[in-house]
């Protein structure tokens, strides 16, 4: 990918003798400013830095809110009212970190989609596809543990009902469940106790995704960026220096970003999360209808979808489990959907289902809901196991251009 000579060259007399031992400026300014970038990559490929925004966001104001917060099932309802009324900025931190976790999950799941529709989990991306989606899976396990902690009735009850679902393994092996799900109270029912180990490891999962976003971006730099076209870089004429050209596009999809994200935290700091959760936990009163965040919305109805318990269980964790197959399921030629012509349609039906089963995970388990939640279930898994692999083989993608100088400019101009 050194497609570009690298022209950093230290301008004082200790930028040099450090470069000599510890080439730090050397190894940022070929990674990240003369690293060859597709000329031709659209806003969509701006989400990768909004997404390493909002994780620093996240570790920032996570850290703030830590020295305020109270982890204690007496105090952790008024420590976070405490926070947004008394503390300097409380409000604004607290908004920021919980308006920023969905903001975080708005922008990966753009992520994600635009992976899957230009192909970017075909070789030589395998691994960091799968890279990608383990940073997925513990985003969600942050989440799951970070509502927990404003200890109201949504949190207590949702952390019950999530909890116990790891009690269908009794089925597998009698008490293999029952140990597994005191092991994570800390106890026989959900308590302080749970509280603070949920706390404790909402602290600590957010770095452990710092360590896998690193390992994400080094394997990035291995292979180079995908692109629209679904094309490699191959000559010089193919990209651009990642500076000014990359990063002046990110920092437009950035701002246009930060004002969606601003907008929600000044106007409407509360709008997406549930308001059951601004009533202290009562472990003596059920919530009418208990429902996890937006974010997990589609994964609840595939879980609710499914009569039997354990069944249902591992039919949640395999939605997330089939993305790591991806590379393998997709039989076709062409890495960009841009070029197939019957797979998009696939992949609109593919959309339309996620969506969909966003708005069925809201609703009560009962009538209607139950039977489209099951429809859509059957395509979501079908898209992967059975779209895939057959239209990869049957479908006549067409003509992709020779080279991305040649997308850009077209025949006449690639070749000029």
């Known amino acids: 990918m050194a497609?570009?000579?690298?022209?950093?060259?230290?301008?004082?007399?200790?930028?040099?003798?450090?470069?000599?031992?510890?080439?730090?400026?050397?190894?940022?300014?070929s990674q990240f400013v003369d690293f060859p970038t597709p000329r031709n990559l659209n806003y969509l490929w701006t989400f990768g830095g909004i997404l390493t925004f909002m994780l620093v966001a996240q570790i920032v104001t996570g850290v703030v809110l830590a020295m305020h917060y109270q982890p204690s099932a007496t105090d952790a309802f008024d420590s976070i009212e405490r926070i947004r009324r008394d503390v300097n900025f409380g409000w604004l931190i607290?908004?920021?970190?919980?308006?920023?976790?969905?903001?975080?999950?708005?922008?990966?799941?753009?992520?994600?989609?635009?992976?899957?529709?230009?192909?970017?989990?075909?070789?030589?991306?395998?691994?960091?596809?799968?890279?990608?989606?383990?940073?997925f899976l513990v985003m969600m396990a942050t989440a799951f543990m970070g509502y927990s902690l404003p200890w109201g009735q949504m949190s207590f009850?949702?952390?019950t009902v999530i909890t116990n679902l790891f009690s269908s393994l009794d089925s597998i092996y009698n008490g293999l469940g029952t140990a597994i799900v005191e092991w994570l109270w800390g106890g026989y029912s959900v308590s302080g106790v749970t509280l603070n180990r949920f706390f404790s490891l909402h602290y600590l999962l957010?770095?452990?995704?710092a360590g896998l976003?690193?390992?994400?971006?080094?394997?990035?730099?291995?292979?180079?960026?995908?692109?629209?076209?679904?094309?490699?870089?191959?000559?010089?004429?193919?990209?651009?220096?990642?500076?000014?050209?990359?990063?002046?596009?990110?920092?437009?999809?950035?701002?246009?970003?930060?004002?969606?994200?601003?907008?929600?935290?000044?106007?409407?700091?509360?709008?997406?999360?549930?308001?059951?959760?601004?009533?202290?936990?009562?472990?003596?009163?059920?919530?009418?209808?208990?429902?996890?965040?937006?974010?997990?919305l589609p994964f609840y109805a595939i879980l609710r979808a499914i009569p039997n318990k354990l069944m249902g269980v591992i039919a949640m964790f395999s939605a997330i489990g089939v993305l790591l197959f991806v590379p393998w399921l997709d039989t076709s030629r062409v890495r960009s959907t841009k070029y197939r012509p019957l797979y998009r349609w696939?992949?609109?039906?593919?959309?339309?289902?996620?969506?969909?089963?966003?708005?069925?995970?809201?609703?009560?388990?009962?009538?209607?809901?139950?039977?489209?939640?099951?429809?859509?279930?059957?395509?979501?898994?079908?898209?992967?196991?059975?779209?895939?692999?057959?239209?990869?083989?049957?479908?006549?993608?067409?003509?992709?251009?020779?080279?991305i100088n040649e997308a850009v400019l077209g025949p006449s101009g690639a070749k000029g």
């Not at 957010?206 to 995704?209: E, L, R």
């Not at 039977?371 to 895939?388: K, S």
Request: glycine share 8%; with cysteine.
């Open 3 to 29: 497609l570009h000579e690298s022209t950093y060259e230290p301008k004082s007399g200790f930028g040099k003798w450090l470069d000599a031992r510890l080439p730090i400026g050397r190894m940022m300014h």
């Open 94 to 135: 607290r908004n920021l970190h919980a308006v920023g976790a969905s903001m975080f999950f708005i922008a990966a799941y753009i992520h994600i989609f635009r992976g899957l529709y230009y192909g970017s989990y075909k070789a030589p991306r395998e691994v960091l596809w799968i890279i990608g989606v383990l940073i």
């Open 157 to 159: 009850w949702g952390v």
């Open 206 to 209: 957010p770095f452990v995704i």
């Open 213 to 296: 976003v690193g390992v994400h971006l080094w394997a990035l730099h291995v292979v180079g960026q995908n692109s629209p076209t679904g094309l490699d870089v191959k000559t010089k004429s193919d990209s651009v220096p990642m500076h000014p050209y990359a990063t002046s596009k990110d920092a437009v999809g950035m701002f246009a970003f930060l004002i969606l994200f601003m907008w929600f935290v000044f106007y409407l700091p509360d709008y997406l999360g549930h308001a059951d959760n601004y009533i202290p936990a009562n472990p003596l009163v059920t919530p009418p209808h208990i429902v996890p965040e937006w974010y997990f």
């Open 346 to 403: 696939f992949f609109l039906l593919f959309t339309i289902t996620c969506l969909a089963l966003g708005y069925l995970g809201s609703k009560p388990p009962e009538g209607s809901y139950v039977f489209w939640a099951r429809v859509f279930t059957f395509y979501y898994f079908a898209h992967f196991l059975i779209v895939m692999p057959i239209i990869g083989w049957v479908e006549k993608p067409r003509r992709v251009p020779g080279s």
